[in-house]
């Protein structure tokens, strides 16, 4: 039986990634979204300076770029103030949910 990822995960817990075989999700209160979501700005952020500064990874560091960006903007997009449900899989496609 495959696990439908598109709904919280009921075994998913607040302040730790829960182990799938299809990759990791996680509960994350308010605050801890709004962490979540600052960090993948500064890494979209850095991502994108290391694309300038160094023209042959400039693909690479521009697909990081793009990816955290969304990820961050679907963080905050989310969160109603109750926190969001994160669920990423091996392939790096994420579910983001409003708790």
């Given at each position: 039986?495959?696990?439908?990822?598109?709904?919280?995960?009921?075994?998913a817990v607040y302040n730790q990634w829960?182990?799938?075989?299809?990759?990791?999700?996680?509960k994350f209160t308010n605050?801890?979204?709004k962490?979540?979501?600052?960090?993948?700005d500064?890494?979209?952020?850095?991502?994108?300076a290391a694309s300038a500064i160094f023209p042959p990874i400039a693909a690479l560091g521009?697909?990081?770029?793009a990816y955290y960006a969304l990820l961050?903007?679907?963080i905050n997009a989310n969160n109603q103030g109750n926190?969001?449900?994160?669920?990423i899989t091996w392939a790096a496609v994420f579910n983001i949910e409003p708790l």
């Open positions: 039986m495959v696990p439908d990822i598109s709904t919280p995960a009921l075994n829960t182990y799938h075989w299809w990759g990791y999700d996680r605050t801890q979204a962490e979540l979501a600052g960090q993948c500064l890494i979209a952020i850095g991502a994108g521009g697909l990081s770029a961050a903007n679907r926190g969001v449900y994160v669920a």
